[in-house]
T-cell receptor, first 115, second 111 residues
Framework: NAGVTQTPKFRILKIGQSMTLQCAQDMNHNYMYWYRQDPGMGLKLIYYSVGAGITDKGEVPNGYNVSRSTTEDFPLRLELAAPSQTSVYFC??????????????FGDGTRLSIL | EDQVTQSPEALRLQEGESSSLNCSYTVSGLRGLFWYRQDPGKGPEFLFTLYSAGEEKEKERLKATLTKKESFLHITAPKPEDSATYLCAVLGGTGANNLFFGTGTRLTVIP
């Protein structure tokens, strides 16, 4: 049982390049989330999804896009990478939504550097 | 302002030396408080959920407690494998719809 799987684990991008961070879960969770974690800061929500075909913005969505075509997958797209997007990105999923008190389960993150 | 503050930022303990980590919050309308453990290079791993003041949860050497303003994670006789960053997150805020994360306490247990 893999839980939440993120790929790649590490990536270096040049300014202006684009890339997609992959996230897949095998727990049949409807709710999925993308966070970024910066040094000395708490996790910040970028986007979330309540099910296939439904996504919504979180606290820091600018510069990112998401899609949710299946229950299992929730990719995060960076279109024009900027140095401010250097961070560790975590994908998470939960059985019930972000407004419920069910815990979220996290992947191991993608460490992204923009140079 | 809705906020979650964890203290201390870092804590070094000798093996067997018990201590507590603090998570204080000013988030209104608490609906749940979560504790996570995060190892270097890994994602947060869920430990506990506390729902109301007075509640306690235990798991091995860890015990989490909750009051109306703060939560404590008590570590009894820690071992080196307990070394990790411990994160606190609070569900609540305006409309009780937001999840606020603290910045964590980095615990090091020395053999």
């Amino acid at each position: 049982n893999a839980g939440v799987t993120q790929t790649p684990k590490f990536r270096i991008l040049k300014i202006g390049q684009s890339m997609t961070l992959q996230c897949a879960q095998d727990m049949n969770h409807n709710y999925m989330y993308w966070y970024r974690q910066d040094p000395g800061m708490g996790l910040k929500l970028i986007y979330y999804s309540v099910g296939a075909g439904i996504t919504d913005k979180g606290e820091v969505p600018n510069g990112y896009n998401v899609s949710r075509s299946t229950t299992e997958d929730f990719p995060l797209r960076l279109e024009l990478a900027a140095p401010s997007q250097t961070s560790v990105y975590f994908c998470a999923s939960s059985l019930r939504g972000r407004y419920s008190n069910q815990p979220q389960h996290f992947g191991d993150g993608t460490r992204l550097s923009i140079l | 302002e809705d906020q979650v503050t964890q203290s201390p930022e870092a804590l070094r303990l000798q093996e067997g030396e018990s201590s507590s980590l603090n998570c204080s919050y000013t988030v209104s309308g608490l609906r749940g408080l979560f504790w996570y453990r995060q190892d270097p290079g890994k994602g947060p791993e869920f430990l506990f959920t506390l729902y109301s003041a007075g509640e306690e949860k235990e798991k091995e050497r860890l015990k989490a407690t909750l009051t109306k303003k703060e939560s404590f994670l008590h570590i009894t006789a820690p071992k080196p494998e307990d070394s990790a960053t411990y994160l606190c997150a609070v569900l609540g805020g305006t409309g009780a719809n937001n999840l606020f994360f603290g910045t964590g306490t980095r615990l090091t247990v020395i053999p």
